[in-house]
């Protein structure tokens, strides 16, 4: 579970950010500022990461604040699951990114897969939506929603893409280093689930 103060300061940071989308007054509009300002304070306090980078990432938005939504593609091929390795920090992860505008949430899991590891899949059923900060990940200041879709290959060879480095399968005993941003091993236990059973329920939160 997250830290408090991060909870608090996201808090913060979506009630400012609608308030400045939605607010007339000008009074109301500079007190929703100080409210964000405070939650990037906040976080720089914690974190001790310069208030301008913070403002950037964290504070930049407009409109109503919503969840960003990450798609992971799980693809079994003889009782293994298939995984990259990530260029950015060396570790595994299931192939996947952010949403894309446009594109339905199985239309980017077909095209991860494709662009990371040279597979043609067919996406199949929807298998977990994963609230980042109810597992096991690293600290985020955004609040991101993750969804994981089996897919199954329809052609295709292992090719590694601009982001990834290897690409390999591994068994639910023999995963390797896992990028725990990405993907947790409690959530890769979770899809072998659906492997083994496929009546097994969708997962969420």
């Known amino acids: 579970m997250e830290p408090k103060w991060l909870e608090w300061a996201k808090q913060l940071q979506a009630i400012a950010q609608a308030g400045l989308t939605y607010s007339k007054d000008k009074y109301d509009v500079e007190r929703f500022e100080m409210i964000r300002d405070i939650s990037v304070e906040m976080v720089a306090q914690q974190t001790e990461i ?35 390795q990530e260029e950015a920090d060396g570790e595994w992860a299931l192939p996947g990114g952010w949403g894309d505008i446009g594109l339905s949430p199985s239309e980017v899991a077909v095209k991860e897969v494709k662009e990371e590891s040279g597979f043609d899949v ?28 089996q897919c199954e290959i329809i052609g295709g060879k292992p090719e590694t893409g601009i982001e990834t480095s290897a690409v390999e399968f591994f068994s639910e005993d023999t995963l390797p280093i896992l990028s725990i941003a990405r993907n947790t091993e409690s959530q890769i236990n979770i899809a072998f689930k659906h492997l083994h059973n496929r009546d097994e329920p969708v997962y969420f939160d």
């Open 50 to 84: 310069d208030e301008t980078i913070i403002k950037m990432l964290f504070a930049n938005e407009s409109g109503y604040p919503t969840p960003k939504v990450d798609i992971r593609a799980v693809v079994f091929k003889d009782d293994q699951i298939l995984m990259v």
């Open 122 to 149: 067919r996406a199949v059923k929807t298998i977990g939506v994963f609230d980042k900060k109810m597992h096991p990940h690293p600290f985020s200041a955004y609040c991101v929603y993750k969804l994981f879709i």
